[in-house]
């Protein structure tokens, strides 16, 4: 599915800088904090965004009194570019790609969390291999700097290993995957489908994922700053639009499985498998994960020792403080909305 790589973002922040200081559109009409501008939203494949398609489908937007164009991109990276060149308003990404931006002052509002990786990430190994101490020595495939690479080291940690302690090999997913079935590799970390396939196809077994580190890997809705400065309605009605249709979504489970699979070109079970890999975040959890703590399942301290990591590998300058990126107000104020 999506390819999660921070340092593709430092290749656009350049264009991002440039893009940012026109004159915008949006700043028309600040007063009411909406307008006739169609939103442009930005999302690739990953089971837990395809949920904006149930959005659509089933009328939300229009429900809520805002105009959204829903603007797809097959390949992930291609979206991050179109936010950073300003071809579309919001996208929807990962936390760890929010921090490259971030970290160079990139004007970037994280409004809303989608959901975490819930098992969709994870270490699948040989038989042979029955606990993270026997991956000493074996070789091991991700690609550095993505956030499975960060899971891995995660994972090690555990059993005080580090990276050294293993054969690592900077591997792509797409790479990783098919080398591991074909038994090149001892281990690879992956994510869905390449995972299940990994599994199936390689007779291979998961040893760790995700679903042990909850909150490691968080999606977000990731604005431009000028939006959720000049159309603050519009975000609020956006985000209202979600939880809407998270609402549908338990009412009727067959109906909306089958409206996001069909928008996945995925048969339903099968994309019922990958969702379920994920855990969607209700209007509760987000509130929860905006504040402060000290564990992955606050945004805060995920940010802090995800920036920590990328800096680790080069891929990052400077760490940049969670408060200029995370934005908790607008899923706040929706919660009070929503309990009247």
């Known amino acids: 599915m999506r390819q999660r790589m921070v340092f593709l973002m430092m290749a656009v922040l350049l264009t991002f800088t440039v893009v940012s200081g026109c004159a915008s559109k949006e700043a028309a009409n600040t007063k009411s904090g909406s307008s006739a501008e169609p939103i442009k939203l930005a999302l690739s494949p990953w089971p837990g965004w395809f949920v904006w398609y149930l959005v659509k489908e089933k009328g939300f937007f229009e429900k809520n009194g805002v105009k959204v164009d829903l603007v797809w991109f097959p390949v992930y990276s291609d979206s991050l ?52 101490k026997d991956l000493k020595g074996k070789k091991v495939a991700t690609e550095l700097g993505t956030v499975d690479h960060l899971l891995m080291l995660t994972a090690l940690e555990k059993e005080g290993l580090g990276e050294k302690d293993v054969a690592y090999t900077n591997m792509t997913v797409n790479d990783a995957g098919p080398a591991f079935i074909s038994g090149n590799l ?27 580190t909850p909150g490691l890997i968080p999606d977000l809705l990731v604005f431009k700053e000028e939006i959720t400065k000049n159309r603050p309605e519009d975000v609020k009605k956006i985000i209202n639009a979600w939880f809407d249709a998270l609402d549908y979504w338990k009412a009727n489970p067959e ?68 408060e200029s990126f995370l934005d908790s107000h607008f899923v706040e104020e929706v919660l009070k909305e929503r309990k009247k």
Do not use: C, H, R
Request: zero cysteines; aromatic letters at 6%.
């Open 81 to 132: 570019s179109a936010l950073a060149s300003g071809k579309v308003d919001a996208n929807s990404q990962t936390l760890s790609d929010t921090l490259a931006p971030a970290s160079k002052g990139i004007k970037l509002k994280a409004v809303l969390v989608n959901d975490n990786s819930n098992g969709g990430d994870g270490v699948v190994v040989k038989p042979s291999i029955n606990s993270l």
């Open 186 to 212: 001892d281990a690879a970390v992956l994510w869905e489908p390449f995972l299940s396939k990994a599994i199936q196809e390689g007779k291979g077994k998961l040893l760790f994922s995700s679903k042990d």
């Open 255 to 322: 109906e909306s499985l089958q409206i996001m699979a069909k928008a996945a070109e995925t048969p339903v079970d099968e994309y019922k498998a990958g969702v379920d890999s994920v855990k969607i975040f209700q209007l509760e959890d987000n509130v929860k994960a905006f504040q402060k703590g000290d564990s992955y399942e606050s945004l805060a301290f995920t940010s802090q020792k995800t920036a920590e990591f990328l800096k680790s590998l080069d891929m990052l300058t400077s760490i940049p403080k969670a």
